[in-house]
């Protein structure tokens, strides 16, 4: 069974993804360079995604509690940021938004950053205490955004 706060955070997260499946609105006007620009950053999140995914292989959780037979991947994606897979997300959804000109999807990607940034901090309590080489790992490598964040 996981911890309350798991189930919570994954559910937010599966509530602010399915907005991006219902959501028919397209109130902004966006030209046209911007919305290729979505295209590609969309595209390129859904690959960032699928590999990270592939990377982090049997030690892959919907929720921040790692496994307990997992092991730490600090290689491939994991080398350049520490949750690829948010990273992925974000790129996705922010591009999805773009390329569709919807401001209910922009504001939703928004809320997918800081919701990602809070449960990557917390999954990072978790690593630490499961990992002894974490903390130097997080020294090395930036959370989300390579150079900046």
């Known amino acids: 069974m996981y911890p309350t706060k798991d189930i919570l955070y994954v559910g937010i997260q599966f509530l602010l ?10 109130s902004l006007e966006i030209p046209y360079a911007v919305r290729l620009l979505g295209l590609v950053l969309g595209v390129l999140g859904a690959l960032v995604v699928s590999i ?3 990377q982090l292989s049997k030690s892959l959780s919907p929720f921040p509690t790692p496994k307990q037979n997992g092991q730490l991947v600090t290689n491939g994606l994991y ?3 520490r949750h690829p897979i948010y990273t992925g997300i974000i790129f996705a959804t922010i591009g999805i ?32 205490v499961q990992y002894p080489t974490y903390a130097l790992y997080q020294q090395n490598t ?4 390579p150079f900046l964040l």
């Open 52 to 54: 990270a995914i592939i």
């Open 17 to 26: 993804l399915s907005v991006f499946l219902i959501n028919k609105e397209n």
């Open 142 to 145: 930036k959370m989300l955004i």
């Open 79 to 81: 080398h350049y940021v």
């Open 97 to 128: 938004s773009l390329y569709q000109g919807s401001m209910t999807l922009v504001i939703t990607s928004l809320l997918l950053v800081v919701l990602f940034y809070f449960k990557a901090r917390y999954e990072e309590r978790l690593l630490a």
